[in-house]
């Protein structure tokens, strides 16, 4: 029995070692668009919703489409956060470079419309050479949950290969595109 012990720590720690060898993943973040454009502030107070997203989306790793639509993933590197979470803060902080009055929804914040987005695409088309990054927002009346307006927002932006920092960067400068439609278009319409 005691030889049994003895070697079920020697397991445990050889496992314990292997759990934490291997270099640590490069971790990417996503950035904010250098200008909206003129984006006029909105009247109303926002709440930006944190957007739903397939299961493949809501993770840290970066996507990636094969030709025969296959999915898999760029090994070794990572976004500073989940996806959908990651995208909401942006989206949250979008909005306040414009000036609006704006929350993240589930922190307190009442506001006049709730933002409530789809993250539909955030990856890369190996078959096409580009990255896609497809936004579906919807813009709701907080007092009668009616949908004041809706919109789908995309961006695509080339690359050549899988290197994996030009892929974030592609992913990055398509956001940054949604991003400042998204803008212009809800502080538009409230």
């Given amino acids: 029995m005691k030889r049994l012990r003895s070697f079920s720590v020697v397991i445990l720690a050889g496992l314990t070692a292997a759990c934490g060898s291997g270099p640590a993943p490069t971790t990417f973040d996503l950035t904010l668009p250098d200008r909206v454009g003129r984006a006029s502030p909105g009247r109303s107070q926002l709440v930006v919703a944190e957007p739903s997203a397939l299961q493949q989306l809501d993770s840290e790793r970066i996507l990636v489409k094969g030709a025969d639509n296959t999915v898999s993933f760029i090994g070794g590197v990572q976004w500073s956060d989940r996806l959908p979470r990651l995208v909401q803060f942006r989206v949250v902080q979008a909005f306040e470079n414009t000036g609006r009055a704006v929350g993240r929804a589930g922190t307190g914040i009442n506001g006049d419309l709730g933002l409530i987005g789809e993250l539909r695409a955030f990856h890369l088309d190996a078959g096409r050479g580009e990255v896609v990054v497809e936004y579906s927002a919807r813009l709701?009346?907080?007092?009668?949950s009616r949908i004041i307006a809706a919109q789908v927002f995309r961006a695509t932006e080339p690359v050549s290969g899988d290197n994996p920092g030009q892929v974030a960067g592609a992913l990055d400068r398509?956001?940054?595109?949604?991003?400042?439609?998204?803008?212009?278009?809800?502080?538009?319409?409230s």
């Avoid at 398509?174 to 319409?189: E, I, K, M, P, T």
């Fill in 140 to 144: 709701v009346d907080a007092t009668s």
């Fill in 174 to 189: 398509a956001l940054q595109n949604v991003l400042s439609q998204l803008v212009r278009w809800a502080n538009a319409r």
